[in-house]
């Protein structure tokens, strides 16, 4: 059974910093690209940035392009992101989410097979 399980967020004021962190397990991770994708109140699903399987190649969202900073470790089966400069714009729930193959990082959700519970992140004063 996949499953994709976050966690690192919480409440941080504007200009700070978090680290999110997604375990997975019941796969071959090392196979998969990995993306994080935000929800934020009352909006839709937004892709935020991914990274392929090997983790040579990685994309951001031009929302956080320059803040946020993807990476992953397929000996221990586990997707980062670190996020500093926080606005509160990146208020948000943050999803890990699987890809269906290798390669592909991008905005189209449907490229994305299986996704965790999510983990809130607010920005807040």
């Known amino acids: 059974e996949v499953q994709l399980v976050e966690s690192g967020g919480g409440l941080v004021q504007p200009g700070g910093s978090l680290r999110l962190s997604c375990a997975a397990s019941g796969f071959t991770f090392s196979n998969y690209a990995m993306s994080w994708v935000r929800q934020a109140p009352g909006k839709g699903l937004e892709w935020v940035s991914g990274?392929?399987?090997?983790?040579?190649?990685?994309k951001y969202a031009g929302s956080v392009k320059g803040r946020f900073t993807i990476s992953r470790d397929n000996a221990k089966n586990t997707l980062s992101l670190q996020m500093n400069s926080l606005k509160p714009e990146d208020t948000a729930v943050y999803y890990c989410?699987?890809?269906?193959?290798?390669?592909?990082?991008?905005?189209?959700?449907?490229?994305?097979?299986?996704w965790g519970q999510g983990t809130q992140v607010t920005v807040s004063s």
């Open positions: 990274v392929e399987s090997g983790g040579g190649s990685t």
């Open positions: 989410a699987k890809g269906a193959d290798s390669e592909y990082v991008g905005p189209l959700l449907t490229e994305y097979d299986y």
